[in-house]
């Protein structure tokens, strides 16, 4: 089964360089490595100096690079799905639309394309391993969090399936204002809406996907590492491995470096209690940019030797799911408990809103879509306990049932 890895982290932290190591890596110990950019700032081409402009580009036997292009995916693999979309989404939704500004429901819609570009990919079943380099942590996350997203606007606002449209379409018409898109249209949401479930099961497979944070030992980095890593849980993203670049090296030097040196190790420190259960790896300071191969080459040897560094997870608790990710329900005494895993999580506020619960965390927000037998529930009491966040539920059955209080 071939993997896909992700790598993100601040801007300019050392995420190209460190992919590419690994991609050399990965290559040389023969994998068929593919090694994608989704960053629309591009730079795969100058690190290992060759031309790649858009295409399948090979650097080295077994090593492809491929810098995404949307638009391109778009046109060539999904022609006739935007313009579907588009038209339903932006131009005839008039209801929805008073919340959204823009002929797209969600900005960066096109980014899905990037998205089902390295499921394409992947499904292709020509590559061993896939590493993708994103952008900065902000924007990885608006494009990780956009497949859920839109499967939660695509069920409020378009009945999946055939049967569900013609059943529903004068109801919607009259209540909503929603024009119902045609048969062939709807083929196309159809479909869209199953491209959608199925990148989510690929993307949050922590067998199939990983996310490899790199940081850098200083404050501002730090901080925004440990906000990206809260995130990426909170979408139910797998997170492997930490990267720590450019530690400065322990040489005796000059006293300037010695005393950054002492800086650096605070936050490593930091980092080493943060991501107490993550493997970290430290990369040191290299007195030379990493540009070209032997640069990379040099770089790729400090990265952890091969069983360990493409390992894929160990189930924590042997219970055969993951910890990491999805939300799981419990039945209780009075109703029913809904549990997710939220590592470095501070504050956490949770909401009622609709049949959605509303979970947010620093400025994200997370919506879950509750079982139909929550719908009208009420929350008794939440609680984060050992990284997990719990939210205790009183279905509305069991409160008109309740007696009384007197
Ligand atoms: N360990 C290191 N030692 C020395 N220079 C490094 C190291 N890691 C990265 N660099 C250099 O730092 C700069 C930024 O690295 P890189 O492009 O890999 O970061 P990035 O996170 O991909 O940046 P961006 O967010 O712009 O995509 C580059 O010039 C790179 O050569
Ligand atoms: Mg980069």
Redesign the pocket.
């Known amino acids: 089964m071939s993997r896909i890895i992700i790598f993100t ?12 190591a690994h991609a050399l890596r990965a290559a040389r110990s023969g994998m068929n490595t593919l090694l994608v950019s989704a ?1 629309m ?1 591009h ?1 795969l081409g100058d ?1 290992f100096e060759t031309e790649t402009g858009g295409e399948l580009a090979a650097a080295e036997d077994r090593l492809t690079l491929l810098e995404l292009d949307p638009s391109k995916i778009m046109s060539e693999h999904y022609p006739d799905l935007n313009l579907s979309i588009a038209q339903m989404l932006g131009g005839s939704v008039s209801r929805a639309a008073e919340s959204i500004d823009s002929r797209f429901m969600i900005p960066g819609f096109e980014d899905l394309f990037m998205l089902l570009g390295i499921r394409d990919l992947y499904n292709s079943g020509k590559y061993d391993l896939i590493l993708v ?1 994103c ?2 942590s902000g924007e990885t996350l608006s494009l990780l969090k956009l497949p859920e997203l839109l499967e939660w606007y695509m069920e409020k606002f378009f009945p999946v399936g055939k049967f569900m449209t013609r059943v529903l379409s004068p109801v919607t018409d009259a209540l909503y204002k929603v024009k119902l898109p045609d048969s062939t249209a709807m083929d196309q949401v159809s479909e869209m809406h199953q491209n959608l479930a199925a990148l989510q099961d690929l993307l949050k497979d922590p067998q199939v996907t990983s996310v490899r944070l ?1 940081t850098l030992p200083e404050k501002m980095v730090v901080e925004e590492t440990k906000r990206t890593y809260m995130y990426l849980n909170l979408y139910g993203y797998y997170v492997d491995r930490v990267f720590i ?3 400065i090296p322990p040489q005796p030097g000059s006293r300037f470096m010695q005393e950054w040196r002492q800086i650096q190790q605070q936050y490593i420190e930091e980092l080493e209690s943060v991501f107490a259960h993550i493997p970290i790896t430290q ?9 070209g191969i032997r ?1 990379v080459e040099l ?1 790729s040897r ?1 990265l952890p030797e091969n069983p360990v560094l493409f390992a894929r997870p160990k189930d924590p608790d042997g219970s055969g799911t993951l910890l990491n990710g999805a939300e799981t329900y419990e039945v209780t005494e009075e109703g029913y408990v809904l549990r997710l895993r939220m590592p470095g999580a501070e504050s956490v506020s949770v909401e009622l809103h609709g049949q959605d619960l509303d979970i947010r965390a620093g400025n994200m927000l997370r919506k879950i879509p509750l079982p139909s037998v929550l719908h009208g529930a009420e929350i008794m009491k939440t609680e984060v306990k050992d990284e997990m966040l719990s939210v205790f539920f009183l279905p509305e059955k069991a409160r008109l049932s309740r007696p009384e209080k007197t």
Do not use: C, Y
């Open positions: 982290g601040k801007g300019g932290v050392g995420k190209t360089s460190v992919i590419s960053d700032a730079n690190v380099d952008a900065p790199v670049n450019r530690v990369i040191p300071w290299f007195p030379e940019e990493i540009r640069a770089l400090e």
